[in-house]
């Protein structure tokens, strides 16, 4: 169970509601009318909360679980100890999730604007906003309806946000436009000028005006002290429902497709196009004017230079094909593994 001092919970709801809610379907033999209280991991559940597994491996588990119900795909539903509800799903982990999301709802934002807010008169503040202490907002900001803005944030002049946005405490928007439903965690940077400079021998480099925006699609959600630079010229894109983890860099120029994940201390240089749904694991280092296809993997602290495929999973420094990688490694370790045979052979002698 959540600590209620930070989340809270609603409920409770029958299992055909949670059918209903995730889109799952209600196994035969389990009661629709059962009433489930909570969500829960299967060590940690009791006969009211809702577990699911997606791994055969963690039958046991599921075996000694005290849940009232889980959510299983149709592979694994003949799991479930006897007396514990099933729900079918195909993806069981998505149907948690919205299952979750049932249980602890989103709040709604307070309208308001506090006392200690600077909120200069030609910005525009959409009904059922709520504007928390310490916020300033700039010349000609436009924010939507029920956007909510935490403690301290800054957003510039002439930055837009749309409805039911939540801007985190700290955050630093400027020239960018930020789209519905996007969610900016604490201490996240956007918009500030990129690493720009007409380098010279002598050490007194020139900056290059950064003219550009940065535009955040719909859907988005940016992880704390994350950083995204304005373009240079032309703007910065990020896709819609493409998610971002903390402490990830985007240089400017960079555009990103459809549903990307970026994960944690990712690096990002200007210039590179990411197509839909490509996933870029921790620590991933990508070099400029890169160009990564739709639906491609590059697994974590691979170091990417030039052109991804579509569809490829990359790996290594720097990245290549996986299998390629893999038959590389192998080699090399074969000849490790040879020569060190041959040197303890030689000092036998």
Do not use: W
């Amino acid at each position: 169970m959540a600590d209620s001092r930070f989340f809270d919970r609603v409920g409770p709801f029958s299992l055909e509601e949670l059918a209903h809610l995730s889109g799952a379907g209600i196994a035969p033999g389990s009661s629709p009318n059962v009433k489930l209280a909570d969500v829960a991991t299967l060590e940690t559940a009791g006969p009211q909360d809702v577990v699911f597994l997606i791994e055969r491996k963690l039958k046991d588990a599921l075996a000694s679980s005290k849940a009232g119900a889980c959510i299983l795909s149709p592979q694994l539903s003949g799991l479930a100890p006897s007396g514990m509800a099933v729900l079918i799903h195909p993806d069981p982990k998505r149907a948690f999730a919205l299952i979750s999301q049932a249980f602890y709802p989103q709040a709604a934002p307070r309208p308001g604007i506090a006392a200690s807010a600077v909120v200069d008169p030609t910005a525009r503040i959409g009904a059922g906003s709520c504007i928390e202490a310490g916020v300033v907002i700039g010349p000609h900001a436009v924010l939507g309806e029920r956007v909510h803005v935490g403690p301290n944030a800054v957003l510039g002049r002439g930055v837009t946000v749309g409805d039911d946005s939540r801007i985190g405490p700290l955050v630093s928007l400027q020239c960018c436009d930020i789209g519905k439903r996007v969610l900016l965690h604490p201490g996240v940077a956007i918009g500030q000028d990129g690493y720009g400079f007409a380098a010279s021998r002598d050490g007194h480099h020139v900056k290059l005006p950064q003219m550009g925006r940065v535009l955040i699609s719909d859907d988005v959600e940016i992880g704390a002290n994350t950083t995204i630079d304005r373009g240079a010229s032309g703007d910065t894109v990020i896709g819609p429902h493409t998610k971002i983890d903390n402490l990830v860099q985007i240089g400017h120029n960079v555009r990103t497709g459809l549903g990307c994940g970026i994960t944690a201390q990712v690096g990002i240089s200007g210039s590179t196009t990411i197509g839909d749904l490509s996933l870029l694991y921790g620590q991933v280092g990508v070099a400029d004017h890169s160009r990564i296809g739709s639906g491609v993997t590059i697994l974590a602290r691979s170091g990417v230079q030039g052109f991804v495929p579509d569809g490829a999973t990359y790996m290594g420094y720097p990245a290549v094909e996986m299998r390629e990688y893999l038959r590389l490694h192998k080699f090399l370790l074969r000849e490790s593994r040879r020569s060190a045979a041959n040197k303890k052979s030689t000092d036998g002698e």
